[in-house]
């Protein structure tokens, strides 16, 4: 059975400090998706990584690929506010047919 | 283009009782997607389909009823509800099917509970 652990679970932080959230799992995925969901709304699509070693930008957010395409890791830079949400990791199922989303890491950052 | 929408936002039900929750979008999307988000369980996958007319069992498929009757619909029945459907339903849809590097769009959810 495909997993995809997400640590830690929760984050709870002060505006300006950095963090790094992981996604692991003992299967190899061919692409991993970062989404991110607020209170009250659906997930939303932040970034796919699909190649081992890859690294993606998004402004103050930094995606990395593993190697061995088995782990992820989103790091944020100067955390604020409105970083505030749940994180979620996803692969692609075996069969190809859909996603299976990792349990998430709810973020906290204050004022 | 209103994207991914669900109907109802909100419902209570009575344990034993019946109910359909509509996901409609406009992006033509042949892949659509049921999900269940539970506190501390992540989102898991109800039931899916592929394409007009097509349906097929997701993680946790017992209890639901799907149809798709239209491509730009898809319906998610609960016959007889319990408790343990208490829950946030999802819905989302994508132009291509994993694990192609393509966005799965999501609704903004129906919260359900059953008493």
């Known amino acids: 059975t495909q997993l995809l652990e997400q640590s830690p679970q929760f984050l709870s932080i002060q505006e300006g400090e950095n963090l790094t959230v992981y996604c692991n799992s003992s299967s190899v995925f061919s692409s991993l998706q970062w989404y991110r969901q607020e209170p009250g709304e659906g997930p939303v699509l932040l970034v796919t990584v699909v190649t081992g070693g890859e690294v993606k930008k998004l402004k103050r957010l930094t995606f990395q690929f593993g190697d061995a395409r088995k782990d992820s890791s989103l790091h944020i830079t100067a955390a604020q506010p409105g970083d505030t949400g749940l994180y979620l990791c996803?692969?692609?199922?075996?069969?190809?047919?859909?996603?299976?989303f990792g349990k998430g890491t709810t973020l906290s950052v204050s004022s | 283009n209103a994207g991914v929408t669900q109907t109802p936002k909100f419902r209570v039900l009575k344990t034993g009782q019946s109910m359909t929750l509509l996901c409609a979008q406009d992006m033509n999307h042949e892949y659509m997607y049921w999900y269940r988000q539970d506190p501390g369980m992540g989102l898991r996958l109800i039931h899916y389909?592929?394409?007009?007319?097509?349906?097929a069992k997701g993680e946790v498929p017992d209890g639901y009823n799907v149809s798709r009757l239209k491509k730009q619909n898809f319906l998610l029945g609960l016959e007889s509800a319990a408790p343990s459907q208490t829950s946030v339903y999802f819905c989302?849809?994508?132009?291509?099917?994993?694990?192609?590097?393509?966005?799965?769009?999501f609704g903004p959810g129906t919260r359900l509970t059953v008493l």
């Open positions: 989302a849809s994508s132009k291509r099917r994993p694990p192609a590097t393509d966005t799965q769009y």
């Open positions: 389909s592929v394409g007009e007319g097509t349906t």
């Open positions: 996803a692969g692609a199922n075996q069969a190809g047919t859909a996603l299976i």
